[in-house]
C-alpha cells in the first residue's frame, strides 16, 4: 500500500508564499515522475507542475517564474516553492506519482487547500 500525503497549505495573503509537500511512503521500490494538481471550485483538476526522477521540471504559463517545483528522492518527497501567490491560485493542490512497488501504478494524495485572500 503506498498513501502519498501533502502538507503546507493555509491562508496567505497576495503577494506571499507557501511551500507545500508531499511525502510517498508505504512499500516502495521507487518513485518515478511526480506532479502537482489543483482544482479550484467550480473548475477541473489541472497540472500545475511535474519534475521527472532526476530533476527535470514543467511548469504551466500561468505560475512560471513564481512556483518552483523540487524533490528529494531519498525523502520520497517532493516540494512546490509558490512566491507571488494571486487569488487565482485559491484551490485544493493535490500531489501525484508514479510509483513502483511490485508493479508501477499511480497514486494521489488527499490535497491540501491553499487560499490567497485579502
Known amino acids: 500500500q503506498v498513501q502519498l500525503v501533502e502538507s503546507g497549505g493555509g491562508l496567505v495573503q497576495p503577494g506571499g508564499s507557501l511551500r507545500l509537500s508531499c511525502a510517498a511512503s508505504g512499500n516502495i521500490f521507487r518513485v518515478n515522475a511526480m506532479a502537482w494538481y489543483r482544482q479550484a471550485p467550480g473548475n477541473q483538476r489541472e497540472l500545475v507542475a511535474s519534475?521527472?526522477?532526476?530533476?527535470?521540471?514543467n511548469y504551466i504559463d500561468s505560475v512560471k517564474g513564481r512556483f518552483a517545483i523540487s524533490r528529494d528522492n531519498a525523502k520520497n518527497t517532493m516540494y512546490l516553492q509558490m512566491n507571488n501567490l494571486k487569488p487565482e491560485d485559491t484551490a485544493v493542490y493535490y500531489c501525484?506519482?508514479?510509483?513502483?512497488?511490485?508493479?508501477?501504478?499511480?497514486?494521489w494524495g488527499k490535497g491540501t487547500l491553499v487560499t490567497v485572500s485579502s
Open positions: 501525484n506519482a508514479v510509483v513502483e512497488t511490485i508493479m508501477i501504478d499511480n497514486y
Open positions: 519534475i521527472t526522477r532526476d530533476g527535470k521540471p
